[in-house]
């Protein structure tokens, strides 16, 4: 564990809720490339749109480890729990058995008949 000198106990810090400073340094640059893709040139669209997805997808990663590493919050990467034994883990990737209605589910999301 690493000891946070300002804390003599060496607990860490409890996270707490995101600052409206993070979700600008995640968020602003979608913002930003929406705000400009109003009167950009196409060529500078896809560019632009890509360098805001990664910037996105890189900095909530690097929040989510800052959080981990400075406050041990790291239940942004224990949210999903995966069957445990091997017959059933085939189950979940097939969508048989006890997860068949994962399957279903996933048709009626493709399903677009119905908003014809």
Known sequence: MIRNPARPSGR???????????RVIVLGPLAAALATSLGAEPDVLAPLWLAAIAWT?????AGALFRGVRHGD???FRGHRFPEDGGELDEWAARTGR?????????????DERLR
Do not use: F, K, N
């Open 12 to 22: 860490p810090a409890t996270p707490g809720r995101l600052s409206w400073r993070a």
């Open 99 to 111: 997860y068949a209605w994962l399957d279903d589910h996933e048709d009626r999301l493709r399903d």
């Open 74 to 76: 790291w239940s942004s």
């Open 57 to 61: 997808v890189l900095a909530s990663l």
